[in-house]
């Protein structure tokens, strides 16, 4: 049955008949008597108190590009909360759970109406919605610092770890060679670190010792090997290198510009364990906090969109306000058909809206904010909120 379920939920009001439980019951007959075209639930919306028409107007207009930037918001911090665990979608799903519910259902409902947006929404006549922006672009504000600290520095340990990565000809040697390797401290000899193709290597046995005089003989060893190359070391006199680097080139063994020192290589070990002690430490804060904040703004939105829905309901359907919001969770397969049941049951609110059951004209006026238009009022509320990539 969860393959049938969308993640995309519709908020919808119609016009009190006899009684809002009526309009209820009808919509609710309609979409489940022949097939299952959707689950439905009330969606109750306090009794607030409205002033005249021309602020609805305002409002509804403030709502929608509110509507816009918290639903943004919300994408940001879900997407970064995928970033920052590193794309494994099922702990994804897991921590984007608004209280605890995540994108379902009773979690949508559940959040119909907290108290801290009754006591601020309460007469609608002079609402200015400063206190939910206010609250959403705080998170928004937080989330840009903390994301900013966090990639900095995944991407300077990234940095770090390509460079003990990647072909012997570029990566960090500082792990793979040992002080046994060279001959240190000597006034006329010097080791050398060689890059030599596999392909190449019977070659380089043959050759290493008469590439230039003053070789010292079977000095050579494999200290390492990937998948194209051998790393071998070799000692010479001091005053030979420039004559063995050139010689060494014409048979494509390449000599690394490498001088072994032991504070540098245990600096690069020491820069490393520190940022990923960091990393460490960082994640689980953030990650708590990316919880916290993706359910404050998730709940936000969900009180938008019901604002919208009161607003628009009181707009189209008239005052006293008599109206009925529902939410309905459409199944995939037969979302055309529910279309289509909603436009039987609601067609006679509207006579323009005969002309645009598809909606797929464009009619002048109609594109309310680029939102489709319907008889009765509509909002979608989108739960997929993670773009995978």
């Not at 919880?291 to 919208?308: D, G, P, Q, T, Y």
Request: aromatic content about 12%; charged content about 30%; overall charge neutral.
């Amino acid at each position: 049955d969860q393959d049938r379920k969308m993640t995309e939920f519709w908020l919808i009001s119609a016009p009190g008949e006899k009684t809002c439980q009526q309009t209820w019951e009808k919509l609710h007959a309609a979409t489940t008597k022949n097939n299952n075209l959707s689950t439905n639930s009330k969606f109750n919306i306090p009794d607030l108190k409205v002033g005249t028409l021309d602020v609805l107007v305002g409002l509804s207009d403030e709502l929608a590009k509110l509507d816009a930037f918290v639903e943004g918001v919300v994408k940001t911090v879900a997407q970064y909360m995928a970033d920052v665990l590193e794309d494994s979608k099922d702990k994804v799903q897991e921590n984007l759970l608004a209280n605890g519910d995540g994108c379902k259902r009773d979690c949508l409902l559940e959040q119909q109406w907290q108290a801290k947006y009754y006591v601020k929404t309460r007469f609608l006549d002079a609402v200015p919605f400063h206190f939910i922006f206010k609250g959403v672009n705080q998170i928004d504000n937080d989330l840009k610092a903390r994301a900013s600290a966090y990639n900095n520095l995944k991407g300077n340990l990234q940095n770090l770890e390509r460079k003990n990565a990647g072909s012997l000809l570029t990566r960090s040697l500082a792990d793979i060679v040992k002080k046994e390797d060279f001959v240190l401290d000597s006034e006329y000899l010097v080791t050398l670190l060689v890059i030599v193709p596999k392909s190449n290597y019977n070659d380089w046995v043959k050759q290493y010792e008469t590439l230039a005089e003053m070789v010292v003989p079977r000095s050579s060893n494999v200290l390492f090997e990937d998948q194209d190359s051998y790393l071998c070391n070799v000692t010479l006199f001091r005053k030979a290198v420039d004559d063995f680097k050139h010689k060494a080139r014409e048979y494509k063994f390449m000599v690394r510009d490498f001088q072994y020192n032991e504070e540098e290589m245990k600096a690069d070990k020491e820069e490393m364990n520190r940022l990923s002690t960091d990393k460490k430490k960082q994640f689980g804060p953030l990650v708590r906090w990316l919880k916290v904040n993706f359910s404050e703004a998730f709940i936000a939105w969900i009180h938008v969109k019901a604002l919208r829905v009161f607003v628009e309901s009181v707009l189209r359907y008239g005052l006293p306000v008599n109206f009925q919001a529902m939410l309905l969770q459409p199944n995939k397969k037969t979302m055309k058909k529910l279309r289509e049941v909603l436009y039987d049951l609601y067609k006679h609110l509207d006579s323009s809206a005969a002309a645009i059951i598809d909606a797929t004209m464009d009619i002048p006026g109609l594109n309310l904010s680029q939102q489709e238009y319907y008889p009765y009022v509509y909002y979608k509320i989108d739960c997929n909120l993670l773009e995978f990539k």
